[in-house]
C-alpha cells in the first residue's frame, strides 16, 4: 500500500536554525536544542498537507569544532521536542562544507532540493524552500520553487531586501505566521483577493 505522504507532490524544505529550533551558534551538544514559540505547531499543521525535508548548514563539522555523530545527536533531541505524527520530517541533510570549501549540499546550493523534487515526484510549482538567510532564499530559487524569508527583526542588509523584491519572497516573524498565510500564498483564487495594500502589510518586516 502507498504510503500518504507519497502521494502529496507539496512540500516545505525547511532550514533548521532560526526556524525551528533556537539559533545558538554551532551547535554540537543536544542540551542547546531549544524549539522555538509554535514550531511544532506550525508543523503538525503543515504536515496535512506538505511533505517535510530539512537542509541544515553545518560548518561546525567541517571546521572540526564537532562530529557528525554530535549533529546527528542534536538532530534526535529536537525530533524528539517536535514529537511529529508519522512521517514527520522524512530527510535530514546536513552540509557539512565550511565555506572555504567547494560548496556540494551547502547553501545557496541547490542540489539538496533538485534531488528530493526529482527522487520524490515532488511538484516545483507546490513547493517552498524556508529559512532564515539569504543563502537559504537563494536555494530554493535557484531549485525552482518559491521561498519565505523568516525574519524576527527589520532587515538592515541592503542586499537581502533587494533580493526578496526581485523575486517576490515573502517575509515572516516566524515559521507559524507563515504556515498560517500558506492556503493564501498556494491558492490562486484567494491569492487573486488580495488587495496590494493587504498583502504587503502581511509581509513587512
Known amino acids: 500500500m502507498k504510503r500518504l505522504s507519497a ?54 563539522i567541517g571546521r572540526g569544532y564537532f562530529a557528525w555523530r554530535d549533529a546527528e545527536a542534536v538532530h534526535a533531541r529536537m525530533l524528539e521536542l517536535l514529537q511529529l ?27 539538496f532540493l533538485l534531488e528530493t523534487l526529482a527522487w520524490d515526484g515532488l511538484d516545483p510549482a507546490q513547493c517552498w524552500m524556508v529559512g532564515d538567510r539569504l543563502d537559504d532564499v537563494r536555494a530554493g530559487i535557484r531549485a525552482g520553487i518559491r521561498a519565505a524569508l523568516i525574519a524576527t527583526a527589520p532587515i538592515t542588509d541592503k542586499l537581502a531586501r533587494a533580493y ?11 515559521l507559524q505566521a507563515f504556515v498560517a498565510a500558506l492556503p493564501t500564498l498556494t491558492d490562486p483564487a484567494r491569492r487573486a483577493g488580495l488587495t496590494p495594500s493587504t498583502s504587503k502589510k502581511g509581509n513587512r518586516r
Request: glycine share 8%; with cysteine; proline share 11%.
Open 7 to 60: 502521494t502529496i507532490r507539496a512540500a516545505l524544505f525547511l532550514d533548521r536554525d532560526g526556524v525551528i529550533i533556537r539559533d545558538a551558534g554551532y551547535l554540537g551538544q543536544p542540551a542547546g536544542v531549544a524549539l522555538l514559540p509554535g514550531a511544532r505547531t506550525a508543523l503538525r499543521r503543515v504536515q496535512q498537507t506538505h511533505r517535510l525535508f530539512l537542509l541544515t548548514n553545518q560548518s561546525g
Open 85 to 111: 505524527p508519522p512521517p514527520g520530517i522524512e530527510q535530514i541533510a546536513i552540509a557539512a562544507e565550511s565555506p572555504g570549501e567547494i560548496p556540494v549540499y551547502r547553501k545557496p546550493s541547490p542540489r
Open 164 to 174: 526578496c523584491r526581485q523575486h517576490s519572497v515573502p517575509i515572516y516573524a516566524s
